[in-house]
């Protein structure tokens, strides 16, 4: 009945990562209607700074484009082009030069608007790899990697495997290990590396270091680098957050088109920075013209609505107001963040030690009853069903060891919070 595509099993929603959503929609707690619900801690969505948002629509209502009608209205909600608002455009290089302290800038003609960064990731694919070529990506990495990249463009991921012995960092070894499983065992053809940086799930920057080793294994393969930066405005250390866009600027080369900095590009979004998901504005950064004209064409199919793009322009365009906003947010991801480290540490559990995100990467190997998946799997249910956390598993984002589990934080109220930690506390897991 339904075609080859609609009907494979390659989308990953049967992964323990969004079965565990389906079991918080079925008893979802609430404080006052269901005590004993399920807690979300499994949604990495940043809620702790959005009364600044609302505070700043209150006093700025003229940025809907609905309050007088007139000329404005007629401009969102007439036809545009995939091309975007440059009003946006220009705020949004703005605000991403910002977040990454100034240290680069970004041209809005090197933009391409996509609706979220699963649109931007998947364009991606689309333009630099065949149907069964590989993309390289860093374990453990996010679940919704395995519909994004593979199910409609039918390319193919191969792991880096990175583990705890070394805090998981990506090593020149595991990438040369995994670039030959690609070639050699699977027979596909290697097209570039996905990083994301910060990442999902470990809330951790990559260091130069590790920048310099991807960048030179790509230079010396040929080979393409993506870096999904969605989390770069939530590193509370922004001292220690490097974009691949500072390092694509050091191996541009004006007299060669094929240059490095030709096959990195960049990802974004405004849905964990802003705490927008619902907004779906997400960009593709590039050098590559071939690429930003490429993405530009296939960005119709999911494009950011004018109305949204008219008042993140205004929102992003209020120096002052992002200014507080970033200190804002940083300071209440930070201290969120420690309060679930402290809490877990008094109950004997350590974090994997992290400079950003909206979530921890939780070490539970103690509380496995043996060291394999299968035991993590038994915890994760008794952790869903008799404490009521709804956690994602390490196995979901591809982890080679069992026992880590990753626990999100700012999608709920300080109240929550205490809740979840109480009742881990009672309960012998």
């Not at 996509?114 to 931007?120: L, M, R």
């Not at 507080?324 to 008094?346: C, T």
Request: net charge neutral.
């Amino acid at each position: 009945m339904l075609s080859r595509k609609a009907s494979c099993n390659s989308h990953g929603q049967d992964s323990y990562y969004f079965l565990g959503w389906e079991e918080y929609k079925k008893n979802p707690y609430d404080e006052v209607k269901n005590s004993n619900g399920i807690i979300q801690m499994g949604l990495a969505e940043n809620q702790l700074s959005l009364d600044l948002v609302e505070s700043w629509l209150e006093s700025n209502p003229e940025a809907t484009g609905f309050t007088n009608g007139g000329s404005t209205f007629r401009d969102i909600a007439l036809f545009q082009d995939y091309h975007g608002l440059p009003a946006f455009k220009n705020a949004l290089a703005g605000f991403m030069a910002r977040i990454r302290e100034n240290k680069v800038s970004f041209d809005p003609n090197k933009l391409v608007l996509t609706a979220g960064t699963t649109a931007a990731n998947e364009i991606l694919m689309f333009c630099l790899a065949e149907p069964g070529d590989a993309f390289l990506v860093p374990t453990p990495y996010y679940p919704g990697f395995d519909r994004d990249l593979k199910w409609r463009t039918e390319v193919e991921i191969v792991p880096i495997h990175r583990s705890s012995s070394n805090g998981f960092k990506i090593t020149e070894s595991a990438m040369e290990e995994a670039f030959k499983h690609a070639r050699n065992q699977l027979n596909r053809t290697v097209k570039g590396l996905l990083i994301t940086s910060p990442s999902n799930p470990l809330g951790t920057t990559m260091t130069r270091h590790e920048l310099d080793q991807i960048i030179h294994f790509a230079n010396t393969r040929n080979l393409h680098v993506i870096s999904d930066e969605i989390y770069s405005g939530t590193v509370f250390d922004s001292l220690s957050f490097v974009s691949i866009a500072e390092l694509a600027l050091q191996h541009k080369d004006s007299h060669d088109k094929d240059d490095l900095s030709s096959r990195v590009h960049m990802v974004y979004s405004l849905s964990k920075d802003l705490g927008l998901p619902g907004f779906r504005a997400g960009a593709i950064y590039s050098h590559n013209e071939t690429v930003i004209s490429a993405a530009t064409k296939m960005s119709s199919f999911g494009l950011v609505s004018s109305q949204t793009q008219h008042l993140l322009s205004s929102m992003l365009s209020d120096e002052k107001f992002v200014g507080r906003y970033i200190s804002e947010n940083r300071a209440r991801i930070m201290n969120r963040k420690q309060m679930l480290v402290s809490g877990l540490k008094d109950l004997g559990i350590s974090c994997l030690n992290s400079n950003a995100g909206l979530f921890c990467w939780v070490d539970m190997k103690k509380l496995l009853k043996s060291n394999t998946f299968k035991a993590e799997m038994e915890l994760w249910r008794r952790l869903i069903y008799e404490v009521g956390w709804n956690v994602s598993p390490g196995s979901s984002f591809h982890c080679v060891e069992p026992g880590w589990f990753r626990v999100c934080f700012a999608n709920m109220d300080e109240r929550t919070m205490t809740v979840a930690l109480r009742r881990l506390r009672r309960k012998e897991i």
